[in-house]
């Protein structure tokens, strides 16, 4: 306590001093980090835009000397992937077809398995509800052979359709938890309300819950976009030529390459092949964060 | 008249444990119905089975004269009104209060002029437009009445409606639903753990405690005839006194004796008692002990009693002595001269008490 024998004044200004220190070291550090983080992002932009010349030649952290979108054209459309010199262009529409239908329906079914643990408590609900949420935590790479075993009965196996239900059932788990802990918070009585008022099981979900839960959806399509345009056990285990999906075409590229190494190519397929959920975190970002703490606050 | 509302022998069970037991209730179109008790005595497990919420273990529920213990909630022909008040939150007012004929299939005409009608009575016409999250809590609360107002139902059911608002408004909507029940000539079954509410509102009342019905009765005869010990408690608001006495029969009535905080004990003669055993409580309202020379007729007995505390309320004064080892409150007039610490003649009327049997807390008389 060496401040009480100091004048008022000068400890005042002694104190915000050192706040003042604190906090410009805080900020420094902070921004440290983030350049930390970014580096490598700013080596695969950079690298991207550079020739392959320029790459031999110049130093990995330079910023190019003269910006090209070669690179990118040839990531796109003309990379080999294989025996195949199409670039990722095809492989990118199949993790769209894949990744699209896949959302919605599990999405979809975890919002109505949600609705009915939370809402419909029926002997056993919280036993299943245990069981989806054990689900989710069963590594990929268990479930490969009866998965491969089961598409092959069902007469999907290798094709998109395939994949699409491999994903589906892998995300009912993760979509099942969102929806359940959302609807949890809604009162009961909302739909005790609603059934004297006359409506049914479909008619309390479609005019009542679903409108409530734009949240949760955001939430839910942007975790299960991310699991599933990421993916890459499955899609390389479950798919064959013309099935795959973008992450297992980069893959492709990267490694099928003969003779010198195309880092700028590289490069720019794989930013290419993470742009979609760079995009979709960017555009509903502020609802993720809004999801995640939703149902504290009751409409 | 047929009884709108007939329960028989209703029990309800969560696995081995018995919620409701042997739950007989009816009542008379037009009734207003309050069932009343303490939280947890089952009273709103009991409005769910009524609205078909909850799935009955035993008995039979019949509304309108049909047998409706097995009928599913909307086609019971009921509205409900919840303490949460459950207003769909993304709908606007004006759907929330239609959605219940939206469903039943109502053409838009019909729904149209049902809300409006139902607006005015409610006077939220101005409100049609907003979203729940708008409106205050006696706002909420008139929405979700007029929901159920819409519907014309054969039974309306409350829920603790009122106990979500702040007192002043509850006592105004506490009016205005009696206002609306008399203005209806509608049959309304209402849970309340206020025994204000309860009485105010009343035709009927029933008093439960523990899942067992404990009186049923008129707000008069439940006030002025408790069954038991644990009605005469709960019903009435400074509550009944209940002083151990003993009792001696001769010829002509009752010998009453009450241990008084250290003095000699008090001595009533109760007329009109007869057959009591030798130990009793002594059931006395506290505006059944007046001031000496305030309270005059049949049955009126005076005695002196040292005052362990005055409290002046107003309208009233209230006076707290020792009889019998318990408190014993009287409801005296406002320029009573009582002093604590002192004595004081006070007449208690015997033609308004009640006797309870010490053991089995049942009235005696």
Redesign the interface.
């Known amino acids: 306590m060496t401040d009480v024998t100091l004048a008022p004044a000068a400890a005042a200004s002694r104190r915000n001093w050192s706040h003042f220190a604190l906090r410009w070291t805080l900020f420094t550090l902070l921004g440290l980090f983030a350049l930390f983080y970014l580096m490598p992002l700013f080596v695969m932009i950079t690298t991207s835009l550079k020739s392959l010349e320029e790459i031999r030649t110049g130093s990995l952290i330079a910023f190019p000397r003269e910006v090209t979108f070669d690179a990118w054209r040839t990531a796109w459309s003309e990379a080999c992937t294989g025996i195949q010199c199409e670039g990722l262009r095809p492989f990118f529409w199949n993790s769209v077809v894949i990744a699209v239908p896949a959302v919605a329906i599990s999405t979809m079914l975890g919002a109505a398995n949600g609705y009915v643990i939370a809402q419909w408590r029926f002997r056993g609900a919280n036993l299943i509800f245990s069981l989806m949420l054990f689900g989710c935590f069963i590594p990929f790479q268990v479930v490969l052979l009866p998965m491969a075993r089961m598409l092959g009965l069902m007469g999907l196996a290798g094709s998109i359709p395939g994949l699409i239900f491999v994903h589906v059932i892998y995300g009912i788990g993760f979509t099942t938890l969102f929806f359940r802990n959302f609807y949890v918070t809604i009162p009961q009585d909302l739909v005790k309300a609603a059934k004297v008022d006359g409506a049914g099981f479909f008619r309390i979900f479609w005019s009542i819950f679903l409108p409530l839960s734009l949240p949760i959806i955001v939430v839910t399509v942007i975790w299960q976009f991310t699991q599933i345009w990421n993916d890459f056990l499955f899609g390389v285990s479950f798919s064959q030529a013309g099935t795959q999906p973008v992450t297992v075409a980069l893959n492709n590229i990267v490694n099928s390459t003969t003779g010198v190494k195309e880092y700028n190519v590289d490069m720019a397929a794989a930013i290419i092949a993470a742009l979609p959920t760079l995009l979709v975190y960017a555009v509903a970002g502020k609802y993720f964060i809004r999801g995640l703490t939703a149902g504290s606050v009751k409409g | 008249m047929a009884p709108i509302l007939d329960i028989t022998n209703l029990r309800k069970n969560y696995g081995a444990t018995e919620i409701l037991k042997d739950i007989n209730v009816s009542i008379e179109p037009g009734d207003f119905l309050v069932l009343v008790g303490p939280s947890g005595c089952g009273k709103s497990t009991l409005l769910?089975c009524i609205?078909g919420?909850e799935p009955i273990s035993g008995g039979q529920i019949e509304i309108g004269g049909r047998d409706m213990t097995h009928v599913?909630?909307?086609d019971r022909d009921?509205?409900?009104v919840?303490?949460?008040?459950?207003?769909?939150?993304?709908?606007t007012v004006a759907r929330n209060i239609t959605?219940?004929m939206k469903?039943?299939g109502a053409d838009a005409a019909t729904q149209d002029r049902k809300l409006q009608e139902v607006a005015a009575q409610l006077q939220i016409e101005a409100l049609l437009d907003r979203?729940?999250?708008q409106l205050s809590g006696g706002q909420r609360q008139r929405v979700a009445m007029g929901?159920a107002l819409v519907?014309d139902p054969k039974l309306f059911l409350f829920d603790e409606p009122l106990s979500n608002l702040d007192a002043k408004l509850r006592v105004e909507m506490r009016t205005e639903i009696k206002k609306l029940h008399h203005n209806l000539g509608a049959t309304m079954v209402y849970v309340t753990h206020d025994q204000i509410e309860a009485m105010t509102l009343a035709t009927k009342i029933v008093v439960m405690k523990g899942g067992v019905v404990q009186q049923i009765g008129t707000p008069a005869e439940i006030y002025n005839k408790p069954a038991n010990l644990f009605v005469a408690d709960f019903m009435g608001s400074p509550a009944m006194n209940l002083i151990p006495a003993r009792a001696e029969g001769n010829g002509e009535g009752t010998r009453i004796e009450m241990d008084c905080g250290g003095s000699a004990p008090i001595v009533l003669k109760d007329s009109r008692a007869t057959g009591l055993p030798q130990d009793v409580i002594l059931g006395v309202r506290p505006e059944d002990i007046a001031e000496a020379g305030f309270r005059a007729g049949e049955g009126v007995q005076e005695a002196a009693c040292l005052i362990d505390m005055v409290e002046p309320a107003g309208a009233d004064t209230y006076v707290v002595s020792n009889l019998g080892g318990k408190q014993v409150t009287a409801r005296l007039h406002a320029e009573t001269r009582a002093q604590p610490g002192q004595m004081l003649d006070l007449a208690f009327d015997l033609s308004k008490v009640s006797y309870f049997s010490p053991a089995t807390g049942e009235r005696l008389n």
């Open positions: 769910n609205a919420l599913s909630p909307k009921i509205a409900m919840f303490q949460s008040y459950a207003l769909y939150p993304t709908m959605f219940g469903v039943r979203r729940p999250g929901r519907r």
